[in-house]
T-cell receptor, first 112, second 111 residues
């Protein structure tokens, strides 16, 4: 039973490019959460999605960031026109619907 | 603004000692409480959950919750060098809402 799968593990982008981060939840999990982590910082909630719906995006920056979880396929976190401040580890977690979250290995985004 | 506070540490204990990690939260309506362990460069891993006041034991780990004081703690007995990691406290108001994490406490167990 595969865990939460995130790809890519590492992503390098130049300023102004787009970053697309993918997350496939654990089998049977229909709830997906995205968190961002900076060095020496805790996990900052960004967005919570269920299949085809955004449930809570209160932690998502209003501009340049978007997320989706389509009926088929992985959840995508999209960052347009990246800036150096977007450099961070982005973690996806999934849940069967209770509060217990299982995390993927994360995507380390580096913006040059 | 819902907040979860933890001392960043580092907390240093010798092998075999008890490590005590503390966490306070601001949302009095919080219902569920979790401890995650995160090794350097790795993803967080759930180690304990607690929902009602009192103690909950699982092996060498004991979680303690006091809702009146808005305080949750994690005790690690017989600490091992392999316990050296950052421990993240997480709180949620109800099922279906996002977990709010503290910044974590770094634990170092020396052999």
């Amino acid at each position: 039973n595969a865990g939460v799968m995130q790809n890519p593990r590492h992503l390098v982008r130049r300023r102004g490019q787009e970053a697309r981060l993918r997350c496939s939840p654990m089998k049977g999990h229909s709830h997906v959460y995205w968190y961002r982590q900076l060095p020496e910082e805790g996990l900052k909630f960004m967005v919570y999605l269920q299949k085809e719906n955004i449930i809570d995006e209160s932690g998502m920056p209003k501009e340049r960031f978007s997320a989706e979880f389509p009926k088929e396929g992985p959840s995508i976190l999209r960052i347009q026109q990246v800036v150096r401040g977007d450099s961070a580890a982005y973690f996806c977690a999934s849940s069967p619907g209770n509060e217990k979250l299982f995390f993927g290995s994360g995507t380390q985004l580096s913006v040059l | 603004q819902k907040e979860v506070e933890q001392n960043s540490g580092p907390l240093s204990v010798p092998e075999g000692a008890i490590a005590s990690l503390n966490c306070t939260y601001s949302d009095r309506g919080s219902q569920s409480f979790f401890w995650y362990r995160q090794y350097s460069g790795k993803s967080p891993e759930l180690i304990m959950s607690i929902y009602s006041n009192g103690d909950k034991e699982d092996g060498r780990f004991t979680a303690q919750l006091n809702k009146a004081s808005q305080y949750v703690s994690l005790l690690i007995r017989d600490s091992q060098p392999s316990d050296s990691a950052t421990y993240l406290c997480a709180v949620t108001h109800e099922a279906g809402t996002a977990l709010i994490f503290g910044k974590g406490t770094t634990l170092s167990v020396s052999s």
